[in-house]
């Protein structure tokens, strides 16, 4: 009866394959397990091989185990699985696997091989990739389709079948995926498993909390979204395809609950890029930001404030972490729901948060916001007179990316100088003036008209005692005329430094006052005082002279300070100083170290002697021949603070030696050397005298390892101002 039985589960006919079938599963019953020995080989040999055997082909045999799986999953099965799924698994195997598990679904012993199986495909899968057999590759990913369908009917399978995806994603920290195409493989058919499955639930079908796919969600997201920051393109696509399957899945009430969650993985995501790296890969393909921003809009529309602020600051992290190119496509996506509830009623740190974000987007993706620039303008003056300083803060920010977008500034112009003689209170005057500085630094300022230029002149003139007290309005308004005097044709602007700023004054505050508008002028423009007649260049030294004289006057710091900023920024620049010679650069040096020489520095307080300090170091470092007349009396000045109690101004000592006597490398290839030394040590008397004893004993002590770590490889410079951000002196606590 048993070839009889074989041969009719390979009839062409399906009524005999059926009734074979059927007697079969009698013969099993009856006979026992001997049967299966008996028909199952033969099929599989048959199965295995190209030709006919015993007159049954692979085709005849596969219909053969259909039905017997059909009737006797459980017992047929279990003897299919080692000769199907041997490594790598073919595309014949492929297609087979895929008809006997559609045959069989919900079968219990099925349901519990399918992870095994799955894990063979992954495993075959860098084969045929190698080999180039795209028929075996569309085979296998194929029956991985019909695999997590199938586990999608069973809870326990589904479980079984997500613990081997977890385990297939994983790899070691130290694995090159680039350099390992076994492991990027097994990884990104991982994420296709996933995606086929999330199409297998299909859309919505992951309602949280209250569906078998909803618990994995927050899981998989931490895993796909840290997936697709890696190096590696086929992991980064992959990884991509089944995050986009996954949101699909989520309900969009649900999606709220998703901000939080989003945002964090997405932060640990960017942190972790290697150094260098500005962009997540993940972001910038096609569609890179698409499956998030949904998430993130909807939390900005419906969430709580607390979610709304989450979703503002992931979506700048959005914006931040993604190539401008691929966020084209949706610019209208992330700017509409900004600038629809930034009018709404939310607490402060939502508000500054959506401003924030949109001055990001200015920046980032500035040709595709131009259709927007009115509305945004609008949004960004309001946010001006904001109660609340944050908000005030990033409206001005913002107000600032915006401008040189602007054809026309003047009725900008118009507008917020206006609303400077309205705004009721201090905090609103520094936010528009801040605005109004963003207007004179902008590479389109050239194009205001003298009406324009006119009122940012006038800007804050005649304000109440408690706005020209705030340090930040001070600074700012001597942002605002440094800003312009660049701005202006230079012959006004040295007309109105020459009227307003260099005269002469006894008045220790007013003198204060002047200089930050020097400073100011040197900063924003330095080829005004470069470019002038040379008497606006020794009235500026001269004023640097005068504030640096002692005089006893209770505001003499704030001059100090001022003027000590003055002269450095003025030395520094070296078209200042070449236009003017040695008129300027050293009578201001002479003043800089009158300030630190313990003949006069009693008269001076310690943040002063420390800025002074600072300053000449910074000359010293990037300006040697400025200082090179008066080396000797600059180090001797330093060498009496080096043992100082102040350690802010020991420390500036230190440094201001170090680079006096060139014993440190510079940034511009020079290497050091100990011949200044040896030559302030001669000019002071030798090494056996007092000045000499004290320098070398403090070079071998303290100088000299200071010099050594300037020239190891992870040398940070030192230099507290390397002429790097100008509004850290000017407005330091704005």
Known sequence: ?????????????????????????????????RVIDLVVPPLLNALTTTDSV???????????????????ANVVFPVLIPTLTKVPVTEFNARALSSLIQVSAGNNTLSKRLPQILLSLFDSMPVHLAAGNEGAEVALRETVRVIVASASQDEDTLEALMMQLHESVKYGE????????????????????????????????????????????????????????TDSDIVVRASWSALDALCKTVPKDDFDGYVGPVSRFVHN?????????????????????????PIYSQGLLTGSADTKERAVRGMARLVRFTDPAALRPFATAITGPLIRIVGDRHPANVKAAILSTLGLLLTQISALMRPFLPQLQRTFVRGLVESDDIVRQRAAAA???????????????????????????????????????????????????????????????????????????????????????????????????????????????????????????????????????????????????????????????????????????????????SSSGSSIALPMVDALIRTVDPATMS????????????????????????IEPRRDALVHAAMSHVRDRNIPVKLAAERCVLYALRLARLPEGFEGSEEGLAAYVENVGGPTSDKGKLVLDY????????????????????????????????????
């Open 399 to 577: 107000l600032a990316a915006l401008i040189p977008l602007q054809p026309r500034l003047d009725p900008l112009v118009a507008e917020l100088t206006a609303s400077l003689k309205q705004a009721p209170d201090v905090g609103m005057k520094i936010a528009i003036m801040r605005a109004i500085r963003a207007v004179v630094r902008a590479p389109n300022a050239g194009s205001l008209s003298l009406a324009s230029t006119q009122a940012i002149e006038l800007a804050g003139a005649g304000e109440t005692a408690a706005c020209t007290a705030d340090p930040r309005w001070r600074a700012l308004r001597s942002s605002v005329f440094g800003g312009l005097c660049g701005v202006i044709p230079e012959d006004a602007a040295t007309k109105l430094v020459l009227q307003q700023v260099v005269e002469e004054t006894d008045d220790a505050l007013e003198q204060a006052t002047k200089l930050s508008y020097l400073a100011a002028v040197l900063a924003e423009a330095p080829k005004l005082v470069a470019s002038s007649a040379a008497e606006l260049s020794e009235k500026i030294a001269a004023s640097v002279v005068v504030a640096l004289t002692p005089r006893g006057d209770i505001h003499q710091p704030q001059a100090t300070v001022q003027a000590i900023l003055v002269a450095k920024t003025a030395l520094l620049n070296r078209d200042v100083v």
């Open 699 to 734: 070079q071998r002590r303290v100088l000299g390892k200071l010099a050594d770590s300037t020239r190891e490889l992870d040398y940070t410079s030192d230099d507290e101002d390397d002429l790097a951000n100008k509004d850290d002196d000017m407005e330091a606590d704005a």
């Open 603 to 626: 008269a001076f307080d310690l943040d002063s002697q420390q800025a002074a300090l600072a300053a000449l170091k910074a000359v010293a470092k990037h300006r040697y021949t400025v």
């Open 54 to 72: 015993d007159g049954i082909n692979a085709e005849n045999a596969l219909e053969a185990l259909r039905e017997l799986m059909a009737v006797r």
């Open 269 to 293: 995501a960017t942190e972790s890029l290697p150094h260098g790296v500005k962009t997540l890969p993940g972001f910038n393909l096609a569609k890179g930001v698409g499956p998030l921003l």
């Open 1 to 33: 009866m048993i070839p009889l039985v074989r041969r009719g589960l390979c009839d062409d006919d399906v009524m005999v394959r059926e009734a074979a079938a059927t007697a079969f599963n009698s013969l099993q019953q009856t006979v026992g397990p």
């Open 174 to 229: 130290s694995v090159d995926l680039n350099a390992t195409p076994k492991v990027a493989s097994r990884v990104s058919e991982a994420c296709f498993a996933l995606e086929a499955m999330c199409v297998a639930f299909g859309p919505n079908s992951a309602t949280r909390g209250r569906s078998v796919l909803g618990s994995h969600v927050s899981d998989w997201l931490r895993i796909l979204i840290e997936l697709m920051a």
